[in-house]
């Protein structure tokens, strides 16, 4: 089955750097992936989604990439603002006649110092 | 447009009972998903229904099962519980076979004692 691999576990950045959040996945039928926020205590929101037929989508200072060949996407915050701490999880999903397994890696602390 | 809703928010029971969790999808969603969220981990998905009928399942025991009624609510039921299912269950629903995004309700914490 699909293993999703992130990295860091923790990261901390002052008010105003970038953060950096890299996923890797081993199923090379998988074609959409997403990032979810989940502050503390709360449910995780899509925060931006790729499928395999794009290589980067940005949506304002959230942006992500995607290496079908290396099999590794990644998350780019720029500008960060203290209400982006929270715990990010990338995903990578194959879909298929309506159905979609989605796995998730197993979260990045994101800590913004102000 | 109502949000993904789930009862209980937190329970309590002893190894070997049985659980009940309830998920109210968000309106005009037909699928329904559900996973588990172990503390400090990533959502590990259970299963998912679609229109009715469980059409796809991942790495769980048969002690996990579940129903999906015509309103689209949804229900998952564990037998024989374990101290390892002490757990963040989360239900999550989507609008249609096209659409990626999942939409996750709150959560059901179950601590097994």
């Known amino acids: 089955g699909e293993n999703v691999e992130q990295h860091p576990s923790t990261l901390s950045v002052q008010e105003g750097d970038s953060a950096v959040i890299k996923c890797t996945y081993s199923d090379s039928a998988s074609n959409y992936f997403p990032w979810y926020k989940q502050e503390l205590g709360k449910r995780p929101q899509l925060i931006i989604d790729?499928?395999?037929?794009?290589g980067e989508k940005k949506d304002q200072r959230i942006a992500v990439t995607l290496n079908k060949t290396a099999k590794h996407f990644s998350l780019h915050i720029t500008e960060t603002q203290p209400e982006d701490s929270a715990v990010y999880f990338c995903?990578?999903?194959?879909?298929?006649?309506?159905?979609?397994?989605?796995?998730f890696g197993t979260g990045t602390k994101l800590q913004v110092i102000p | 447009e109502t949000g993904v809703t789930q009862s209980p928010t937190h329970l309590i029971k002893t190894r070997g009972q049985q659980v009940t969790l309830r998920c109210s999808s968000q309106s005009g969603h037909n699928t329904v998903s559900w996973y588990q969220q172990a503390l400090g981990q990533g959502p590990q998905f259970i299963f998912q229904y679609y229109r009715e009928e469980e059409n796809g399942r991942g790495n769980f025991p048969p002690r996990f099962s579940g129903l999906q009624f015509p309103n689209y609510s949804s229900e998952l039921n564990v037998n024989a519980l374990e101290l390892d299912d002490s757990a963040l269950y989360l239900c999550?629903?989507?609008?249609?076979?096209?659409?990626?995004?999942?939409?996750f309700g709150e959560g059901s914490r179950l601590t097994v004692l």
């Open positions: 995903a990578a999903s194959k879909e298929s006649g309506g159905y979609q397994k989605v796995t």
């Open positions: 999550a629903s989507r609008g249609g076979t096209n659409t990626g995004e999942l939409f």
């Open positions: 790729i499928r395999s037929n794009v």
